[in-house]
């Protein structure tokens, strides 16, 4: 399986996941960047995730983890970085992960 082929179809997964949450919302179509360079995860002060949200943050992390494996190195650092939030994350932690997608 390409990169391309695997994020297409992680991208699919995730707007669906989207959509069975019942969130209303999905992903940008266009970004400049993975995520913005003011954003700093450690300040996150929002609630912490529920046991769903975090199984769905691990989830995002492992599809982010392949895109990288397969060729999708311009989203190391942003994956690294979201990465140690794993243990205890936070709405804004998981909303960072939807727009790196």
């Known amino acids: 399986m390409s990169s391309n082929t695997y994020v297409k179809s992680a991208v699919g997964i995730v707007c669906d996941l989207l959509r069975h949450d019942g969130e209303g919302k999905d992903l940008k179509t266009t970004a ?5 360079t003011s ?3 450690e300040t996150d002060v929002l609630q912490d995730l529920n ?3 975090i199984s769905r943050y691990l ?3 492992g599809m982010l983890r392949w895109a990288i494996e ?9 994956v690294a970085m979201m990465a140690p939030y794993s243990a205890s ?13």
């Open 59 to 61: 989830q995002l992390i």
């Open 89 to 101: 994350p936070r709405v804004g932690h998981i909303e960072a992960l939807y727009k790196i997608f």
């Open 51 to 53: 046991g769903d949200g």
């Open 70 to 78: 397969l060729g999708r190195i311009d989203i190391d650092s942003e």
């Open 39 to 41: 954003y700093k995860p």
């Open 32 to 36: 400049k960047q993975p995520l913005p």
